[in-house]
């Protein structure tokens, strides 16, 4: 008999209520059930205010569902708060200022992020090793930051700042990497250097990826799997998207019933047609 592997990630009739029993109750998630494996790319669209960033939360222990159960690697963490889940969620954001501490040189920051999840000590930092390691992984940028070791991360560009975030988010060695629309704040082609650092991480990691995105090409393009998510539900989950145009997956979500009230996730002959 072979035992097999927990599933890397599990949301399990995830629900989470806003303002319960007020008059601005909002249900942004209606009972969710989501599961990733190990090194699976899942990347996430739907309208405005359709749940994606309340998912992203649920995961990472920002938020405590109001029910439902968040299992990783078989452990029910539901009730850990996301420093607990430190160690085993590794989180981007669409802001480059966040994730990484500006007074802090690249090197103390990298030594953050390398210590993360375990006892937070810059002590190693100086280790030669250690240094060396992060000189690696900063050279694969090209931006030239592994000479730059002792810079304040508040003087680099947006760019700069999102693409450490990126190698320190890959050095936390996580079981579950979430990115939150963290290509957003960046100019197309620093933004597509990002993309392209994150799919080289997401592989060399292994890890369960969930990638929030309002560019449909980026979802497509990435995702082992592609959820739309609507209204505070998942209402389709497409494996192996490649293939697909925008237009089909518009397709898919019109024809589980959702609307598309984001003109970005719109190929541009339909802009302004959205509700
Ligand atoms: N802390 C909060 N308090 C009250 N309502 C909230 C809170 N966070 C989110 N919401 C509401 O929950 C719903 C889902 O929001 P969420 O941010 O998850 O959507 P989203 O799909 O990420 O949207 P967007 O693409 O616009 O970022 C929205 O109606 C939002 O206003």
Known sequence: MTTEEPAALELIGVQQVFNKGRVD???????????????????????NGAGKSTMVQAVAGSVRPTAGRVKMHGRDVT?????????????????PRIGSAPELSIEDNLALAMSRGSRRTLRFAVSNRRRATMRDHLAQLGLGLENRLHDRVGMLSAGQRQSLTMIMAGMQQPQVLLLDEHLAALDPATAAKVLDLTSRIVRDMGCATLMVTHNMEHAIALGDRLLVMSRGSVIADIVGPQGMSPQDVIDVIVGAGGSVNDRSLLPESLRGEGE
Request: hydrophobic residues 40%; neutral net charge.
């Open 25 to 47: 109750e909002v249900h942004a998630l209606r009972g969710i059930d989501v599961t990733l494996r190990r090194g699976e790319f899942v990347t996430v669209v739907g309208s």
């Open 79 to 95: 009730t850990w708060s996301d420093y607990k889940r430190a160690g085993l969620v590794a989180r981007v954001f669409d802001d």
